[in-house]
């Protein structure tokens, strides 16, 4: 008898998390220099990371033989004078995946239920899954989250709902009127999970604020990360603006020290250079006009989206995937996600984007 099969069985039936090949990885599969490989399949910002970032990783290596602020109260401050809430609102997560992570280890066990849309981030159904707790998957309307069908959903043994606005991979969005209404029909006794992994890329005309909710709903969680557009996905900060009793909860179960120095430095000062994080906003803008209008003219079916990233249809993605490989283009594919015909593409530099429609025309050639 494998020690293995003693583990719980729903920990057994877990599905790893396929994350977007690395460059050093197709440079070692296909003997193609890093430099000539274009990576849009992680969502990251093109620019990296903002300049005052950059600094601020640097001065932080001084004080690395030092644990941490557990506390995380540097970035708490910022945080706190930002959106106009209390410290003992936040949770700072190892990006925001900590924070999903944290919500199912505080409110999910065997017997309890979360639910989320069919097409929706996959961390949803891992981290509900790694608590024993049952996945409640709502079919999806036009790839994005129904509200009405959620809310339906929802039993006495719900205590979790997770949305993705804009939701990843599909890049759906439901406006902020939506979402006000949905938690008006939820019961109190389940959490909203709101993830706004891409919120600073909305369109002037989609932003709504959440965080203005929170003092109506309790159970509301707003989830944000600086992987995305603040360029820091590689240093892993996240966090939550939720009720105090719920974000000290999060806190019992969190790490002591679940977000190194240099991350919570390089989070605080990301935080300050609004300049960068518009300038992220226009060029992603930019780059999906220029997506957007080459998959037209290829007669390509995709999702409108509102973050910084386009999933469109190819019918053979494996095949399609393996020639933009070989031209040196990573996307992602998203059959895990149970749309095998499609595949995902973030928004790069205008040169990246036109490597990858020249690739993507080679592809389909
Ligand atoms: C990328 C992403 C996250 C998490 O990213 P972190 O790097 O862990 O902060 C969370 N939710 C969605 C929808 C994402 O796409």
Redesign the pocket.
Known sequence: MSIASLAPDYIRSIMPYQPGKPISELAREMGIEEANIVKLA??ENPLGMSAQARDAVHAAVAELGRYPDGGAFALKVALCRRFGVKPEQLVV????????ELVTLAFLAPGLSAVYSRHA?A?YPLATNARGAHGIEVAAQNFGHDLDAMAAAITPQTRVVFI?NP???TGTFVSGAALEAFLGQVPRHVLVVL?E??TEYLAPEQRYDSIAWLDRFPNLLV?R????AYGL?GL???YAVAHPDVADLMNRVRQPFNVSSIALAAAEAALGDEEFIARSAELNRRGMVQLTEALAAMGLEWIPSA?NFVTFKVGDAIGVNQSLLRQGVIVRPIAAYGMPHWLRVSIGLPEENARFIEALRQALA
């Open positions: 992680s969502n997560g190892n990006g925001s995946n900590d924070i999903l981030f961390v993705a939701n990843n991979p993830d992994a891409y989830s990360t600086f992987s995305k996905a892993r900060v996240g973050g």
